[in-house]
């Protein structure tokens, strides 16, 4: 019965029909109709924080150099679908510099969306910013070495390659830059240093760097050279020998006046403080100007001296042609002498312990005198507890001497002993006295002239043999000749 409806033409054009009635309805019914079946949703959001970003601006003549806020706050609205498929970075606020100058102006805003995106609102929606010129100035540069070289090495003074280089600016920050600087390092280093590019920068008095700065050129090439550490001494004249009778010295003078001993640090710290150039007198048997070579003697300890020797032009004239002058020299040191073991002196007067000493000799030898060329000694040898005027030893360079009384510069010392308490003693003759100096102080060789148009005192002759002597006001040869010619402390 089945197969027979089955099989029938009609019955199956029907059922054909009723199934494609059927998967039409099924169609359209998924489908739906969308302004009456489906709706579509749309939500908003808010991004803060948006950057604003400037473009246009003639980079080569101006800079934006203020702006009164770098970002702005977005709400936008889109479906949701679209909005949770782009980040923050994807939205931008635009700024259109083109054509601007220098000056203060406020400015739209340009939002920029992703496609399917749109704005609700944008604050702030406008900005106001500040554009200056740009300036150039051209600095001096300078290279700054990081580090110490080698022990018993030190860096010499840099070359540098150009040595002037040009700084570009807004003109508000060109005027705050002081320096244009480079560094290198040079620690450690044992020979000449060179380095081709040097990075610059600028900084201001605060020793702050400048930021966007424009250095042209932006490097440099540095050499630093290397020598072993020196220090300058200046170079004094000392003397030897005796000029014959009836000669005396007039004028003195070096081509330099100073000279580089080169030694370790240790040494140079504990130089003394100049270097002598010794003249033999004798090699001048008339009258006349002459120039000598004479060698620098070499501090011990030091590696050398530079330079080695110098030209001396030495004038010598008949006695009766010298002209002494007169000068004072102000705050030579009181140096205390001869203290025995537990004994302890003290200088009570002058409270300065230092006193002002006039000379006298050839013009040109006095105004060459400095205070390191005198010395003061209170020898306080053999006194007994109490206080004492003592008469002061002078040191004197040859052919100067003391102008005045050789007894009147004396100094008040109290001694006090071991165990022996302050005694005051002062004028009292009787007080015992070992040495034979006290309250009226040691004796003294009277000064005279030396027959040769010089001065020195009864001690010349020994003096003079015996070359240049210690100045106890120092510890080192006396500067100018190195011979306390008037006293023997």
Same mark, same amino acid.
Request: charged residues 20%.
């Given at each position: 019965?089945?197969?027979?409806?089955?099989?029938?033409?009609?019955?199956?054009?029907?059922?054909?029909?009723?199934?494609?009635?059927?998967?039409?309805?099924?169609?359209?019914?998924?489908?739906?109709?969308?302004?009456?079946?489906?709706?579509?949703?749309?939500?908003?959001?808010?991004?803060?924080?948006?950057?604003?970003?400037?473009?246009?601006?003639?980079?080569?003549?101006?800079?934006?150099?203020?702006?009164?806020?770098?970002?702005?706050?977005?709400?936008?609205?889109?479906?949701?679908?679209?909005?949770?498929?782009?980040?923050?970075?994807?939205?931008?606020?635009?700024?259109?510099?083109?054509?601007?100058?220098?000056?203060?102006?406020?400015?739209?805003?340009?939002?920029?969306?992703?496609?399917?995106?749109?704005?609700?609102?944008?604050?702030?929606?406008?900005?106001?910013?500040?554009?200056?010129?740009?300036?150039?100035?051209?600095?001096?540069?300078?290279?700054?070495?990081?580090?110490?070289?080698?022990?018993?090495?030190?860096?010499?003074?840099? $070359?540098? =390659?150009? +040595?002037? !280089?040009?700084?570009? *600016?807004?003109?508000?920050?060109?005027? %705050? @830059?002081?320096?244009? #600087?480079?560094?290198?390092?040079?620690?450690?280093?044992?020979?000449?240093?060179?380095?081709?590019?040097?990075?610059?920068?600028?900084?201001?008095?605060?020793?702050?760097?400048?930021?966007?700065?424009?250095?042209?050129?932006?490097?440099?090439?540095?050499?630093?050279?290397?020598?072993?550490?020196?220090?300058?001494?200046?170079?004094?004249?000392?003397?030897?020998?005796?000029?014959?009778?009836?000669?005396?010295?007039?004028?003195?003078?070096?081509?330099?006046?100073?000279?580089? $001993?080169? =030694?370790? +640090?240790? !040494?140079?710290?504990? *130089?003394?403080?100049?270097?002598?150039? %010794? @003249?033999?007198?004798? #090699?001048?048997?008339?009258?006349?100007?002459?120039?000598?070579?004479?060698?620098?003697?070499?501090?011990?300890?030091?590696?050398?001296?530079?330079?080695?020797?110098?030209?001396?032009?030495?004038?010598?004239?008949?006695?009766?042609?010298?002209?002494?002058?007169?000068?004072?020299?102000?705050?030579?040191?009181?140096?205390?002498?001869?203290?025995?073991?537990?004994?302890?002196?003290?200088?009570?007067?002058?409270?300065?312990?230092?006193?002002?000493?006039?000379?006298?000799?050839?013009?040109?030898?006095?105004?060459?005198?400095?205070?390191?060329?005198?010395?003061?000694?209170?020898?306080?040898?053999?006194?007994?507890?109490?206080?004492?005027?003592?008469?002061?030893?002078?040191?004197?360079?040859?052919?100067?001497?003391?102008?005045?009384?050789?007894?009147?510069?004396?100094?008040?010392?109290?001694?006090?002993?071991?165990?022996?308490?302050?005694?005051?003693?002062?004028?009292?003759?009787?007080?015992?006295?070992?040495?034979?100096?006290?309250?009226?102080?040691?004796?003294?060789?009277?000064?005279?002239?030396?027959?040769?148009?010089?001065?020195?005192?009864?001690?010349?002759?020994?003096?003079?043999?015996?070359?240049?002597?210690?100045?106890?006001?120092?510890?080192?040869?006396?500067?100018?000749?190195?011979?306390?010619?008037?006293?023997?402390?």
């Amino acid at each position: 019965m089945m197969d027979k409806w089955i099989n029938n033409n009609t019955i199956s054009k029907i059922l054909s029909l009723a199934i494609a009635v059927m998967l039409w309805g099924m169609v359209h019914l998924d489908a739906g109709t969308p302004s009456s079946t489906l709706t579509v949703s749309y939500n908003n959001k808010v991004i803060d924080n948006v950057g604003i970003q400037a473009s246009g601006l003639d980079d080569s003549k101006y800079v934006l150099s203020t702006m009164d806020t770098d970002h702005v706050r977005m709400e936008v609205r889109g479906q949701r679908s679209v909005l949770t498929s782009f980040f923050a970075d994807n939205y931008k606020a635009k700024l259109n510099l083109s054509g601007l100058g220098a000056g203060t102006r406020t400015l739209l805003l340009e939002p920029e969306l992703p496609d399917g995106v749109e704005l609700v609102s944008m604050i702030p929606n406008r900005v106001t910013v500040t554009i200056e010129e740009k300036q150039t100035k051209s600095f001096n540069v300078s290279v700054v070495p990081k580090g110490n070289p080698d022990t018993g090495l030190q860096l010499g003074e840099p $070359v540098i =390659a150009p +040595q002037t !280089v040009k700084v570009t *600016l807004p003109k508000s920050q060109l005027s %705050t @830059v002081t320096a244009v #600087q480079g560094a290198v390092d040079t620690e450690g280093i044992s020979e000449n240093f060179e380095q081709k590019r040097v990075k610059l920068r600028a900084y201001n008095k605060m020793g702050q760097e400048i930021t966007g700065a424009v250095i042209e050129p932006s490097t440099v090439s540095v050499e630093i050279p290397v020598t072993q550490q020196a220090k300058p001494v200046p170079i004094k004249i000392v003397y030897s020998g005796d000029l014959p009778e009836g000669l005396a010295l007039s004028k003195v003078k070096a081509n330099v006046k100073e000279a580089a $001993v080169y =030694a370790s +640090q240790d !040494v140079l710290s504990s *130089l003394a403080s100049f270097v002598t150039a %010794t @003249v033999d007198l004798s #090699q001048f048997t008339e009258a006349g100007t002459r120039t000598v070579q004479v060698n620098l003697a070499t501090p011990a300890g030091s590696d050398k001296i530079e330079p080695g020797s110098v030209q001396i032009q030495v004038t010598v004239v008949p006695s009766n042609q010298v002209t002494d002058v007169e000068r004072t020299l102000y705050g030579i040191p009181i140096v205390l002498q001869g203290a025995g073991d537990g004994i302890t002196a003290t200088i009570t007067a002058p409270t300065s312990k230092t006193m002002d000493v006039t000379v006298k000799g050839p013009q040109d030898m006095v105004s060459n005198l400095t205070n390191d060329d005198i010395s003061l000694v209170a020898d306080v040898s053999g006194l007994s507890a109490g206080q004492h005027e003592v008469t002061l030893q002078v040191g004197l360079p040859k052919y100067i001497i003391q102008a005045g009384k050789p007894d009147q510069l004396k100094a008040t010392v109290n001694i006090v002993g071991p165990s022996a308490p302050t005694v005051t003693n002062l004028g009292n003759e009787n007080e015992p006295n070992p040495s034979g100096s006290g309250d009226k102080g040691q004796e003294r060789p009277q000064e005279r002239p030396n027959g040769q148009g010089g001065y020195s005192d009864a001690n010349s002759g020994e003096n003079a043999a015996a070359g240049d002597k210690t100045n106890p006001h120092n510890g080192a040869v006396s500067p100018a000749n190195g011979t306390p010619e008037n006293s023997q402390p």
